[in-house]
């Protein structure tokens, strides 16, 4: 049986929660087990063509052509990974917002070859996100321990269950929640944790990346962080989380 194309959405509408070092070594490590990956960057920050890319996006690899109605070419920037890129200009589109305008996304993406697309999102809920979770079909979520990140994770939900529920086809739904960056004292306070989850208990994933010097460091020398400190709880945590996310896809 052909495997069925996932396209996977990072985004929280709180910014600081990790999402392009999450989506970065997910793309890393499914390009490892033999994935062809497609990375769309969504974020007019470019972070995540920064960490991809020495040079500037070029105009045909930008992810800006999408909503120009033209189809950029993806940028080949490691075994088995593909990136259509971004930058400033990006935010240009922002707003724009009509139907016609978010689903121009979803069909550049379906028409792709590669079985798994990792979108990152912009922290905020505008035309980029909308477009990414208009086209995917599962929805991950970075949040850390913060109260904002709460606020962030009610409103994402709230604004994927309003695509849904007025059809147009929108398939996405939730992945996972997992927990990005917590100090080590953090993770021993379960009960907080808990109490501030509570509502999501059953999509809370087992995995916890925690706060780490080596996932700077990497993310600062454009690295996985298991380049910088192979062994380290980083990046034992994200192989981890590699493994929790593939089992909840039925990947093989």
């Known amino acids: 049986m052909e495997e069925e194309k996932t396209i996977l959405c990072v985004a929280n509408q709180k910014g600081g929660t990790g999402k ?22 969504m974020d007019p920050q470019g972070n995540m063509t920064e960490l991809f890319t020495e040079d500037e ?3 045909e690899n930008h992810a800006k052509l999408i909503f120009d109605e033209r189809s950029p070419v993806p940028l080949v ?11 400033i200009a990006l935010g240009a589109y ?3 917002a009509s139907w016609h305008d978010i689903g121009l996304l979803r ?6 070859p590669e079985k798994l697309v990792i979108i990152d999102c912009p922290p905020n809920l505008g ?7 208009f086209c995917a079909t599962r929805l991950l979520v970075p949040v850390t321990m913060g109260r904002g990140s709460v606020k962030g994770l009610k409103d994402l939900f709230s604004t994927a269950k309003d695509l849904r529920d ?4 929108v398939t996405v739904e939730p992945l996972g929640i997992v927990l990005n960056g917590i100090a080590e004292g953090q993770l021993r306070a379960r009960e907080a944790r808990d109490l501030l989850w509570g509502g999501y208990s059953g999509l809370m994933l087992k995995t916890v990346i925690p706060q780490a010097a080596s996932v700077e460091m990497a993310m600062n020398h454009k690295k996985a962080v298991w380049e910088v400190e192979p062994k380290g709880k980083a990046a034992l945590a994200f192989r981890a989380l590699y493994a929790e996310v593939a089992g909840r896809l039925l990947w093989t």
């Open 107 to 112: 069909l550049y993406v379906m028409d792709r």
């Open 77 to 87: 920037v490691a075994d088995g990974i593909r990136l259509i890129g971004s930058d």
């Open 127 to 133: 035309l980029m996100t909308s477009s990414a979770l």
């Open 57 to 59: 996006i070029q105009t």
């Open 94 to 96: 922002e707003k724009r």
């Open 20 to 41: 392009t070092t999450l989506a970065y070594h997910l793309s890393r490590l499914a390009a490892q087990a033999g994935r062809s990956v497609l990375v769309v960057d």
């Open 166 to 169: 007025m059809g147009k086809d």
